[in-house]
């Protein structure tokens, strides 16, 4: 069974024929931090300032990034209230990922996976936090009309 380490070190950027490739996720995570900088105002080199010392190429340091500079920003939201909560809960959902790469992706709810308790951070494990995270990255849901 993969963990979630795994899973997010096949998303790694990679070198091919001289190119840099990106899997979609990462594209999903510079797009929504670009979004982050242009909303909330932020001065060129903002991001490579909050990705210091960080590997672009590594999905987990941007993961890293991304709840960083989700933190950062955090009080400056002037979001539509189900905006707000979707920020609140893609910012829920990144410490909880980061929190447990190591962890078996639940993705099976007819497998017992630990014998704890069910508690309310072992029911937000099961299902794929990748692909909820990567759902909330979607910028138009943010976006007022």
């Known amino acids: 069974m993969n963990t979630y380490r795994d899973e997010l070190q096949k998303l790694n950027s990679y070198i091919e024929n001289n190119k840099l490739k990106h899997s979609i996720f990462s594209i999903m995570i ?3 931090l670009f979004w982050i ?3 909330f105002n932020k001065k060129d080199g903002y991001i490579d ?6 590997d672009s190429t590594n999905i987990i340091d941007m993961l890293n990034v991304l709840y960083d500079i989700i933190i950062d920003v ?4 002037d979001l539509k209230k189900e905006a707000i909560d ?3 809960e893609l910012e829920e959902l990144l410490l909880l990922l980061l929190n447990n790469l190591d962890c078996v992706i639940r993705i099976n709810p007819h497998i017992i996976y630990d014998e704890e308790d069910e508690n309310e951070e072992n029911n937000k494990l099961n ?3 990748i692909h909820k995270i990567e759902n909330l990255l979607s910028i ?3 976006i007022e009309d």
Do not use: D, V
């Not at 955090?74 to 939201?77: D, G, P, T, V």
């Open 127 to 129: 299902g794929n936090l």
């Open 30 to 32: 510079y797009k929504f």
């Open 86 to 88: 979707k920020f609140n």
């Open 37 to 39: 900088k242009t909303r």
């Open 74 to 77: 955090k009080e400056q939201i």
């Open 140 to 142: 138009e849901q943010y």
């Open 49 to 54: 300032f909050m990705s210091k010392n960080r």
